[in-house]
């Protein structure tokens, strides 16, 4: 339907606050879930996992880390049809507390020596409880941003939402690098690793202060005064099926190359005797240089189109995945940070930026919390959920070489191909000014 592309929801410095809490609140729920993928890859499988063989502690480690990702599509079917029901901005206060709280209990937990196999049966369900918070997260942040940008805007300023993901695991990534650099080895594995798990508890408070401070989204409130409709979910499958499944293809190739670059590559590193400082300090950098640019893929999103740049990047991807296990693998410090910057700030970046504006345009308003949150958690749970536990199996069955990996990476970059195939340009700079589906005007203050 018709639309005109200037602002529709409050003044620039209405949205700026809005903008800012949605990174903030993202920031400090996903602290708290990526903080796993780093103590998975150095500690857990030691502090968990101590009485099996290495390799194999350190799958059961990624096991827990998986769990999440299984937990997080019921997350995502809950607080969605909550955030379609009560609002975007009350849900996301419920999935910070449930997700910190999850975080700082890890940090006070006991270990293997202390409590046996208890340990890592508390960590899983741990785990679980985080999950399932983190499933209504991304959705929500999105929308509140994107709901309040003028359309010919929409894929910049909801590009800033996306800066919260990697900035968050930046934060334990830099906090676990110091503390294993400073501290002696019994120290970190006795008590130095809990550092981060305890220092949730500050990034979700100054979490909650901003996030409660936003107002509801107005396109929300303009929908929540229609007549009730059909259950989220129900709609979705019975009007949305396109989207819906090509959405969630789309996802798969971001979702598998994170965790490739900033969890299994210093696991990798560490299995041919590569110190995985040295890929850790690699990615530290490449984080940075992603942050940076991620709002430039979001305008370039508005100019070009959300599909198109997310082809070219998705190609990208595929480009450079054998290059980077080469780079790894040959220990050279320039090579692997230049290898680390190339797949994080391009190949992830410009996959990850397009999803902040692309998803939320697929959906109508009444249904759009719910059709973010299904795609976005059923994507990552199929591609991110087993990624690091699947590829670790098919290094072992290959003796150490990364052949099958690649193989793994690369199907599901060319499923995502697929589901882009298939899908619309959604971009209104691109479609003559209208929306593709229905996007209820507000008015302006």
Not at 397 to 421: K, P, Q
């Amino acid at each position: 339907m018709p639309t005109d592309l200037e602002p529709r929801a409050g003044t620039t410095r209405s949205l700026r606050r809005t903008v800012a809490a949605s990174v903030i609140g993202t920031i400090a729920e996903y602290y708290d879930f990526f903080i796993y993928g780093t103590a998975s890859a150095l500690v857990f499988n030691e502090v968990f996992f101590p009485e099996v063989d290495p390799l194999v502690g350190t799958l059961a480690a990624f096991s827990t880390y998986a769990v999440g990702f299984f937990a997080r599509p019921l997350g995502g079917l809950v607080w969605g049809h909550l955030g379609d029901r009560i609002g975007r901005k009350k849900t996301l206060v419920y999935t910070l507390l449930l997700t910190g709280l999850g975080t700082f209990v890890v940090g006070l937990m006991p270990t293997y020596e202390q409590i046996g196999l208890w340990a890592a049966i508390i960590l899983v369900l741990v785990r679980l409880l985080q999950g399932f918070g983190v499933g209504g997260e991304q959705g929500g942040a999105l929308l509140l941003t994107a709901e309040a940008a003028p359309a010919n805007r929409r894929g910049f300023y909801a590009s800033f939402v996306q800066t919260g993901s990697p900035a968050a695991y930046l934060i334990p990534t830099v906090l676990f690098a110091v503390l294993e650099a400073q501290l002696p080895e019994q120290a970190f594995l006795s008590w130095g690793w809990r550092v981060p798990f305890l220092l949730s508890a500050v990034v979700v408070v100054i979490g909650l202060y901003i996030r409660m401070r936003v107002p509801e989204s107005e396109t929300f409130e303009a929908v929540k005064q229609q007549e009730p409709q059909r259950a989220p979910l129900g709609e979705l499958l019975s009007h949305h099926r396109r989207e819906v499944f090509g959405g969630m293809l789309a996802k798969f190739v971001e979702a598998a190359v994170f965790p490739l670059y900033t969890v299994f590559l210093v696991s990798y590193a560490k299995a041919h005797d590569v110190d995985s400082s040295i890929v850790l300090d690699a990615v530290i950098i490449a984080i940075i240089a992603e942050l940076v640019l991620l709002p430039l893929w979001g305008k370039l999103t508005d100019r070009i189109g959300r599909r198109t740049t997310f082809i070219g990047a998705a190609v990208v991807n595929l480009v450079l995945l054998v290059p980077a296990f080469l780079a790894v693998e040959s220990g050279d410090v320039v090579l692997i940070t230049l290898l680390m910057v190339a797949g994080l700030a391009f190949g992830h970046a410009g996959t990850y930026a397009p999803q902040a504006s692309y998803f939320p345009e697929l959906f109508p308003s009444h249904v759009r919390y719910s059709g973010v949150s299904v795609v976005w958690q059923f994507g990552a749970m199929i591609a991110s959920g087993p990624f690091t536990v699947v590829a670790s199996a098919l290094l072992v069955l290959a003796d150490g070489a990364f052949t099958w990996v690649a193989v793994y990476v690369a199907a599901l970059i060319a499923l995502s191909l697929v589901g882009l195939r298939f899908l619309p340009e959604t971009a209104p700079n691109r479609r003559g000014g209208t929306e593709y589906a229905d996007w209820p005007s507000t008015t302006s203050h």
